[in-house]
């Protein structure tokens, strides 16, 4: 039995933990604690953002202590000095980590762990922690700095492809990779006949439709303009396209770029926008779907859409940039990437699939067994070996 740990993980401050408003770091982390709860294999403090709708949702989750910190009066203050100081005298101060730093300083953790954010400001917590005991998971491709480097000592990324990209650019030494999970339960469900006739309904989708699915954010990183183009381009009147997601989550808005390509779409009544769905009922819209789009422009870190995709025995059509290649199975349909032929790569790519749905099956059924490896309880033992037992190799 190994000596119970006691981390402290900081996630960033946009979205709440649990995952009320979505998130995908939100989301995983809340996945952690969905295991914490059953396992306690580790003492675990959560730090998030306040978000009341959060803080009654947390009282749910046993063996776990959560800190919130909330976007008040003298949040704003603080912001509005820091920025003064920063600024005159270069320094890295952050209202939110040092307000996190504020309530943690006199706790003895072993690991800190940050999830996010601004990771230069954590220079701050050198006055009360050492530097073995600060952790960063990186949950996107990023490079480090020198401040970066005297401020972690190790490092735990979602793909190989994120830990490469760091290390080319950092002297930190210690390495970690923790692949991404899903919550299998949440995706792993029967879509009933009766589920399923009410949103081809509601979306105007007939039974004979073919149905492509895009989810995610509605930025112009994830290459959603190109799908969209690309569909445009498509004579075929029963390929239909559910685009689901927001620019920022649950929080929705529009900016220039949403306007933009819902305008492009406005005139094609087979691209329909679903605007954000609940992770409860996600599941619903996989099942509804024959494929899965993953047009991403900018080197993704991972991709929980991949394995949420898999579960529900989907194909996957992506340009596999960055580390979705590591998380899609052999079978997945990779379009070669280059920004000004992606529209007609995704346009063949669709076709092809289109006039080739006899091996949707089979290929669903073996990715479906592929994706099982990315189960929250795995994901949790996974950070427990790599806390209780690799950081001490």
Known sequence: MFNIKKICLITPNLLPV??????????????????QTVENEIDITIVSIYNKLAYQESKKYKNTKFIYIKKDFKYIVYGLFYRIVNKLFKKNLNTYNHLVLNKIKKEQFDYIIAEGGHYESYQEYLKYFSKEQLVLHLHHA?????????????????SNYVLEKFRNSSSIKKYYLLKNCIDINSFDKRLSNKESHELREKYNLNKDDFVLMYCGRLIKEKGVLELIKSVNNLEEKNIKLLVIGSINFACGGEDEYTKEIKKIAEKNKNIIFTGYIDGKDLYKYYKLSNAIIIPSIWEEAAGLVCIEAMICKKQIITTGRGGIKEYVSEDAILVNYHKNYLVKELTDAILKLYHNQDKLHSIGQKSYKEALQYSTKNYYKNLVNIIEVKFNE
């Open 142 to 158: 990023a490079t480090s700095n020198k401040i970066i480097d005297n401020t972690f000592h190790k490092v735990i990324g979602v």
């Open 18 to 35: 649990p995952n009320v408003l979505g998130g995908a770091i939100e989301t995983l982390v809340t996945n952690i604690l969905k295991e």
